[in-house]
């Protein structure tokens, strides 16, 4: 398993019954995770002096209860750094676990001995941008959401990497690689982080069984004929890690290069264990 386990400002102090305790930063939060389907007793001090708790709805979705959380708050990753605030379907504003993948492409970025131009699509709040501008790459940023890429946009403020060449954009992914392949535009490194599932601005739907695997081809056709790196995120649960490997290698078979998979985690301070995240299938040539 690819484990963050370089953070300072972020861990998962325990995680048992369908929840898991984290510390933010200087903020204690407990919420759900589907997959800690153990039940062991919650020994842990912080459990009982935590900030805020997302309670999950049997209906679908959930709300925050909170006791002493600000409406907004930073932590940071080496040189970046992130605003944080409580909002809908129990998220923060980052995945904490992807500092893994970040670490991994800003050395890749680094040791490349040449300009790098990423494109980072389905890009949320930036994690991934910052890291590889913060590497000195050149990167497009692309999500169909508009209050999301503001949030990146801060992100890059609070991280003092505003002035980097970052394009941000917000527009439909698929749409955007259609045309920057009618444009000939390439771009020498992918990340993708794709829902499971999600509507278009003019209602298309996203399932990602169903999609990824015509989207990842299209996109290869906006590979640089120098690429460094093609990764794909998944926190879909069905997707195991050997099909996004899979994906990759089928999708790109025209080009000499592989593919490897595996779980992406976060170590959990009280038992040692390391709590699966989501997978994550990287290419390289």
Known sequence: MWTADSW??????????????????????????PQTIWNTKKEHPAW?????VYHRS???????????????????????HFQLKPFSFKHT?????????????????????????????FAYTGGATLACADAGAAVTHVDASKGMVGWAKENAASSHLEDRPIRWLVDDCRKFIEREIRRGN??????????????GPKGEIWKIEDSIYDFVTLCGQVLSDEPL??????????LAPSVLTYILSSALKERKGTAVSDEVGLPVQSSGLILPCGACGRWTP
Do not use: C
């Not at 995680?15 to 995770?33: I, K, M």
């Not at 504003?93 to 699509?121: C, H, T, Y």
């Not at 390439?186 to 509507?199: E, N, V």
């Open 48 to 52: 009982k002096k935590v900030n805020a």
């Open 229 to 238: 790196f093609m990764v794909i995120n998944s926190y879909t649960t069905g």
């Open 93 to 121: 504003g980052i995945f904490p676990e992807q500092a893994v993948n970040w670490d991994w492409m800003s050395g890749k970025i680094r040791n490349a001995g040449r300009s790098i131009k990423v494109l980072n699509l």
């Open 8 to 33: 300072k400002d972020f861990e998962v102090l325990d995680a048992t019954n369908g929840e898991r305790l984290e510390r933010w930063g200087d903020y204690y939060l407990v919420r759900p995770d």
């Open 58 to 80: 049997t209906k679908g979705g959930g709300e925050w209860e909170i006791f002493d959380l600000p409406k907004q708050w930073e932590i940071t990753y080496g040189n970046l």
């Open 186 to 199: 390439k771009y020498d490194a992918i990340i993708m982080d794709p829902p499971s599932y999600g509507r």
